[in-house]
């Protein structure tokens, strides 16, 4: 069993920016995929962005110039960094890993633009 737990997240100005983490429980040596789902009031969850074992990289259209995935030198480590944040952005943004046949969820983090 693997857990997961965000960081990172808070109330931002619109225009701004954060750094979210992500740290496995031990250490993965069989990720296919590491990545960020996030989800909105009154929406469904979406994929944010994701990166692949082979640093392979996938960004929803709403974030793609504005967002940046990468993972830490460690395996049990996945970085969003979010640049010229807006409203639309706010939701619960949660860290995802995919092992094997396996996904595995963080419990969210929140993260709240103001205008």
């Known amino acids: 069993q693997v857990q997961l737990v965000e960081s990172g997240g808070g109330l931002v100005q619109a225009g701004g920016s954060l750094r979210l983490s992500c740290v496995a429980s031990?250490?993965?040596?069989?990720?296919?995929?590491m990545g960020w789902y996030r989800q909105a009031p009154g929406k469904q969850r979406e994929l944010v962005a994701s990166v692949t074992s082979g640093d392979s990289t996938t960004y929803a259209d709403s974030v793609k110039g504005r967002f940046t995935i990468s993972r830490g030198n460690a395996k049990n480590l996945v970085y969003l960094q979010m640049n010229s944040l807006n409203s639309e952005d706010t939701g619960v943004y949660y860290c995802?890993?995919?092992?094997?046949?396996?996904?595995?969820w963080g419990q969210g983090t929140q993260v709240t633009v103001s205008s």
């Open positions: 995802w890993i995919v092992i094997g046949r396996t996904n595995y």
């Open positions: 031990r250490s993965i040596f069989a990720v296919n995929t």
